[in-house]
């Protein structure tokens, strides 16, 4: 039992590792978009598709390693959660594995917060951009347009238009 604890407590610092790094990129992500740097975003979004597989493998192993601790516990449902497991447990691993809980229920938080801030960013920029390029085709049609927005037709200089039939 010890060492299965040990195991868990060795896999929840590995995560905690890679939360690290996900808030990290979440950050750079934050500054890419306010740059508008769409090379630097794309390369973020590929280093935390990577770090998200990452994860999920981390997450399978920690399901794995709950079942095989269940099993010695002789807990007869499954879906013991870490707390449950720290509350239950005598072993002197406790303190690391509650410090880790704690630890990853913060990263987690803060990940919760800047992938919201991320969103709105990113919602906030699109939209910017869809007005600015709405703005911009509503110049260029004003700008070749031959008639006023009231309808009226534009007074211009025809002297430009006209060819000589001279030649």
Same mark, same amino acid.
């Given at each position: ?48 598709? !990577? ?6 493998? %981390?997450? *399978?192993? #920690?399901?794995? &390693?709950?079942?095989? /601790? ?15 497991l720290?509350?239950? !447990? ?6 690391? %594995?509650? *410090?880790? #809980?704690?630890? &990853?229920?913060?990263? /987690? ?17 699109s ?41």
């Open positions: 039992m010890n060492r299965l604890l040990r195991d868990l407590h060795i896999l929840m610092e590995r995560k905690i590792v890679l939360y690290d790094q996900f808030i990290l990129l979440l950050q750079e992500q934050w500054d890419s978009i306010t740059e508008y740097s769409l090379n630097s975003l794309q390369e973020i979004m590929e280093k935390k598709e !990577t770090l998200v597989e990452e994860m999920q493998g %981390l997450e *399978k192993e #920690r399901t794995r &390693l709950m079942q095989k /601790i269940e099993r010695t516990l002789g807990v007869t449902q499954p879906g013991t959660t870490l707390k449950q720290i509350e239950t !447990t005598k072993d002197p691993i406790r303190a690391p %594995l509650a *410090k880790c #809980r704690e630890t &990853l229920l913060g990263q /987690i938080m803060i990940i919760n917060k800047l992938h919201e801030q991320v969103k709105g960013l990113m919602d906030h920029s939209l910017s951009m869809k007005k600015s390029l709405a703005f911009i085709h509503s110049q260029s049609e004003a700008a070749t347009s031959p008639y006023h927005a009231n309808g009226r037709v534009l007074e211009r200089n025809l002297q430009g238009k006209m060819l000589s039939l001279d030649a």
